[in-house]
């Protein structure tokens, strides 16, 4: 990542570690890493459709950005940021166990 870009070089947060992948113990190699990331995404997506919320990968694929539909959109760096900028988008606190949502889970709808 570049200064350029506006990504900071640092640790990164757990959820975007890299795994042992191979069978010698390397470390997952990029096309490995964006195909999680695209997985997390999908995932992301199905549960914020319910709150009218989508989410994308930035084109350098080290940032999501979060959009409600309306022009409004946030970026932000992990996984552990999504849940706080889903909130501040919707305008209200977002529940991950509301009724509704694991409705639509369940059925396939998310």
């Not at 988008?89 to 396939?108: F, I, M, Q, T, V």
Request: hydrophobic fraction near 35%; charged fraction near 25%.
């Amino acid at each position: 990542m570049c200064l350029l870009c506006g990504d900071l070089l640092g640790e990164p947060h757990w959820t975007e570690r890299r795994v042992q992948g191979g069978q010698d113990g390397s470390f997952a190699a990029e096309p490995n890493r964006r195909q999680a990331r695209f997985r997390r995404t999908r995932i992301l997506n199905r549960v914020l459709r319910v709150s009218n919320l989508s989410v994308h990968e930035d084109l350098s694929g080290t940032n999501y950005v979060l959009g409600n539909g309306k022009g409004a959109q946030q970026v932000v760096q992990h996984l552990g940021q999504v849940w706080p900028a889903a909130d501040r988008l919707a305008g209200r606190s977002l529940d991950p166990l509301d009724g509704r949502l694991l409705a639509a889970l369940e059925k396939g709808d998310g």
